[in-house]
């Protein structure tokens, strides 16, 4: 490909100034789209029991923390997956023991306790290769369930 080309290519492909996560505003906006995203899930424990909701955000949370699971995986360093399984044992644990006790201190905990997880990727804290977009708008997801989570139960 010539580089003609090569910057045609590059300008079709980027995200709009507002999703630029290298600035503050797309940063925080990235936040709020992965929060309108948590909210849009929301609807489905929404028309769930309690017990039924309560336990699909158990295992979602679980399902959550295996995503950067797959990306050590991708990343393909033993380092990487190691630091990552440690994040995927413990989300997983807090799940399990929310499910255990029925306590949603436990699971919102858990998810708040992901929130904190992201935000160790960035600013490359932990060094697993991520799409750069993802750490803000798993933030923004992950409170917003955790506040759902406090105001259900």
């Not at 080309?5 to 999703?19: G, K």
């Amino acid at each position: 490909m010539d580089t003609q080309t090569a910057q045609h290519h590059n300008r079709v492909l980027r995200l709009p100034a507002a999703l630029d996560v290298d600035t503050r505003n797309g940063w925080l906006t990235v936040v709020a789209l992965g929060g309108v995203l948590g909210a849009g899930t929301m609807v489905i424990p929404a028309l769930l029991s309690s017990d039924d909701a309560f336990g699909f955000l158990a295992v979602l949370l679980a399902m959550i923390a295996g995503v950067y699971l797959g990306f050590a995986l991708q990343d393909g360093r033993v380092r990487a997956f190691r630091t990552e399984y440690v994040g995927i044992v413990a989300h997983g644990a807090l799940a399990t023991i929310a499910l255990a006790t029925g306590s949603a201190w436990v699971l919102a905990a858990g998810y708040a306790g992901h929130a904190l997880w992201d935000s160790v990727h960035h600013p490359k804290a932990l060094d697993t290769v991520i799409p750069r977009w993802y750490v803000p708008l798993c933030i923004g997801y992950d409170l917003v369930v955790a506040a759902y989570i406090l105001i259900r139960w």
